[in-house]
Structure formats: structure tokens, C-alpha cells
């Protein structure tokens, strides 16, 4: 990476594209995000995302947990006063339940689970900054894909909640990265973590922007969105990516929306680890599982400039 993190950034703010290409939002009043994770607020990965989304023209809020919370499915839990500082030493032992960046109070911390942080994102942070409730939650990108059997994910379990209240969302997860502060996002520009951060950045705004510039419902009630990126190592730019629509788990009896030729859709662990590719997934909230036809085809018809065959 050439460019530092601030220099992308700035790109963003003078350019109507990201720092790899992705075009900005062009809905005429700015989508409301709460973007959420579940390997905590300070991660590099989560505040890239912050960042270049704001930059982009969405208008977002952070609510995340306060520490690494990954593998925790759907736990819910009273949030409580910190024992131990953050993550990275982002707030220090004793903070509140929940908090705030000094310098950015739409950065935010739950000291709980992911589902407690998206929660909190919705039905507290979003009233009192937006003034309404969010229009999409974004969750992710996570350190490492969930594919297949996703109910023990945490990145999963906040857009699964995020669905059930009603609220459209998206489960991002990459194969690269690493659990590193954001402090790392300047201090190692050229570090590989912070490469695969911006690519799974402006992979998610392509995405994004592909999903919400479109009619509403952008998707079915109590369903959600599932997609992984493919490492980075050999795709060394957003450019490189193509989505691939596929389902959680290969079915050979199932009959999916027909695409690409065929109307059996090809498992996202298989697809992700053949080449440069972002499998797009529908899911029920609920259950966690693979979802009919039908359902596949009204998320399948938002998404149709961005996806493609293999």
C-alpha cells in the first residue's frame, strides 16, 4: 500500500469515490448506518470502515463491544461497568457500562455482547443522534469468514438481531486481517492488515451503495445478508473482487433462484476460497439457515449491477 490512511481519506472526502473506486451514496438524504462488530470498537477494521463510509456519504454511528466478543453467537447480557480497561486501552478500567470517543461521540463501546452493542445502536444511539431509527446496520467486517454454520458467529448474531427489530442488515466478514488496533490504521500505513482493512472497506461500500440505491424494502423482514471476502493475499485490490451469489450450505435436493445457468447455488465456503470473490448469501434471521427461492430472488433483484458468474 503506497498511500497512507490518511492520505485515503482525504481522497475520499474530494473525490466521489473511495480511495480503490468504490462510488459514493447518491441517496438524496444520506442512509443512516449503525455499523457494529464483534471483535470490539477499536479494531482497525471497524474504524477503517467508519471512516471511509462517513467519508463516502453515509451517516453513521459506531456502537460496538468494548473488548473482543467474537464466537459469541446471539448471548445478550446486562451491560456493565468496565473491570479491565478495553480493547487496546481504548477506555480504562472502571468506564461506564456504555461510552463514548471524547473527540467523537458517535464512536461507541458496550460492554457487553455484540447483540447488546447493535441493540444499544438501535434503540438508544440512533433516536438521539438521528432523531429516527437507523436505515441499515452494517456488522463487520469480521477478523476471519463465517461461512456455512454461522449461528456461534457474533458478527452474524448483531445482524441477526438488527433484522428482527425490523432494521435491514448485512454480516461482512474477510479471510485477512488481524485483531490490531486502529492506532495501526497510521502508525504501519503499509502493514498488511491495513491493506486488506481498506480493500474489505471499499468492498463494503461497493455493496452497500449496489443494496441502497434501490426502492425500499431493500430486504425481506427477518431476513439478512451473509457475505465473505476472499483473502487479499493474491487480490490486491477491490478491483480484483466479483460477488458471487450462493447459499450458506450446498443442497442438492434445494431449488434456488435460478442464476448463472443454474438453479442450484454453489456453496459460499467453496466459492470464496476459489479466486478473487465476495459470496452474497441470504439468511433467515431467525433460524440462521439458507432461505427459498423466492426470498433469495427479492435480495437477489437489488444486487444485480454487482453480481456476477464465476
Excluded at 443522534?129 to 454454520?149: A, E, H, R, Y
Excluded at 461482512?172 to 472497506?201: E, K, M, R, W
Excluded at 493475499?233 to 442464476?259: E, P
Aim: glycine content about 6%; some cysteine; aromatic content about 6%.
Amino acid at each position: 500500500m503506497q498511500l497512507s490512511i490518511l492520505a485515503s481519506l482525504i481522497s475520499l472526502v474530494l473525490f466521489p469515490t473511495t480511495a480503490q473506486g468504490a462510488s459514493v451514496n447518491l441517496r438524496a438524504t444520506p442512509t443512516k448506518i449503525v455499523l457494529t462488530n464483534d471483535d470490539g470498537w477499536a479494531v482497525a477494521q471497524i474504524r477503517a470502515e467508519y471512516s471511509s463510509l462517513r467519508a463516502a456519504g453515509f451517516d453513521v454511528i459506531l456502537s460496538a463491544p468494548a473488548d473482543n466478543k467474537s464466537g459469541t453467537g446471539s448471548s445478550s447480557a446486562t451491560p456493565t461497568p468496565l473491570t479491565s480497561p478495553c480493547e487496546f486501552n481504548s477506555c480504562p478500567s472502571g468506564s461506564p457500562a456504555t461510552g463514548s470517543n471524547s473527540s467523537d461521540t458517535r464512536l461507541n463501546y458496550v460492554n457487553a455482547f455484540p447483540v447488546d452493542a447493535v441493540r444499544f445502536g438501535i434503540q438508544t444511539l440512533a433516536p438521539e443522534i438521528f432523531g429516527t431509527k437507523p436505515d441499515l446496520v452494517v456488522s463487520g467486517s469480521n477478523i476471519g469468514t463465517n461461512l456455512g454454520s454461522i449461528s456461534g458467529s457474533g458478527t452474524v448474531g448483531a445482524a441477526s438481531e438488527a433484522a428482527l427489530e425490523g432494521i435491514p442488515s448485512i454480516a461482512f466478514s474477510g479471510t485477512s486481517g488481524s485483531q490490531v488496533s486502529y492506532t495501526t490504521l497510521t502508525s504501519t500505513p503499509n502493514a498488511s492488515s491495513t491493506a486488506s482493512a481498506l480493500i474489505y472497506t471499499d468492498l463494503i461500500i461497493k455493496f452497500v451503495n449496489a443494496l441502497t440505491n434501490n426502492t425500499t424494502p431493500w430486504v425481506p423482514s427477518g431476513i439478512s445478508i451473509n457475505v465473505n471476502f476472499a483473502s487479499t493475499s493474491s487480490c490486491a485490490s477491490a478491483n480484483d473482487f466479483k460477488y458471487i451469489f450462493t447459499r450458506l450450505v450446498s443442497s442438492s435436493s434445494a431449488t434456488d433462484i435460478t442464476t448463472c445457468g443454474t438453479n442450484h447455488l454453489p456453496a459460499e465456503s467453496t466459492v470464496v476460497k476459489a479466486g478473487c470473490f465476495a459470496t452474497v448469501s441470504v439468511f433467515d434471521a431467525s433460524t440462521k439457515k439458507d432461505v427459498n427461492a423466492t426470498t433469495q430472488a427479492a435480495v437477489h433483484s437489488k444486487l444485480t449491477s454487482t453480481l456476477s458468474c464465476m
